[in-house]
């Protein structure tokens, strides 16, 4: 019992990844000014920001703040475990005909941490590809100190930013944080895309990973490279 315990803390000491001090700067810089570059319209005062070094985008909410984390639980087992009380859950998630590539039916917000960005269906809208954002690419999230790669793997079909998977929330904030009906409120949450096929891990992602951490990990080679250019 003992063993196991100190495995689990191991475990999760392990995977807890360090912000790296580039990324802290940048969310430093960022937190207490209005966004200087914005590419889309205001979504309660939440706006996808572009950083002009980089052209990395963000969604950056007014001075002081970035977003909050809602948690999603689309795609496959949409409705198991801490997502059978999800208020809003659909069963597929926007890529999933891409995914199908993959050998997976669709993505598990249990175990794929994506994030949810664009907003397609109700106004106003935006497409993170018309800042060149591809589908299924790496973004990077810091959140409560930490900071994690998850995928962009699904869009939102109302007005509502600052929404990832099941996944993330629990790599963020604890496994028993958060759940399809609790989320994350308080805007402290930076989430940043790349443009580009560089931040596409395509075949090479683990996709049929049995657990979060696995599929987590597997994107450290891309996210570190991407983030490193922040
Ligand atoms: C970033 O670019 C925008 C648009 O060109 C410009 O208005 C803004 O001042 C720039 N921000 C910074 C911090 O240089
Ligand atoms: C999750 O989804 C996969 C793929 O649809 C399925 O094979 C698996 O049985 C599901 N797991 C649970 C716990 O429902």
Known sequence: ?????ILA?????ALARDIPSNVQAFYDAHLNTECSNAVSDSFSSVVYCQDNTSSALFLKGPSGSYDNMDIDCDGANASEGLCDNDPTGQSMTAFMDQVAEFGISDLDAHI???VVLGNDGATPS????????EPLSVVAVVC????????WGDTNGGT???EAALSMGQLCFGDDAV???QGHDEADVLYIAFPGSAAVPGKAAAWKAKMKEEFEECLATI????VAGL
């Open 1 to 5: 019992m003992l063993r196991t315990t």
């Open 9 to 13: 803390a191991l475990a999760s000491a």
């Open 179 to 181: 759940n399809g009906d």
């Open 112 to 114: 794929h941490p994506y």
């Open 223 to 226: 996210g570190d490279k991407l």
């Open 160 to 162: 509502s930013t600052g």
């Open 144 to 151: 409560n100190g930490k900071m994690f790669y998850g995928i």
């Open 126 to 133: 935006f497409d993170p590809q018309s800042v060149g954002i």
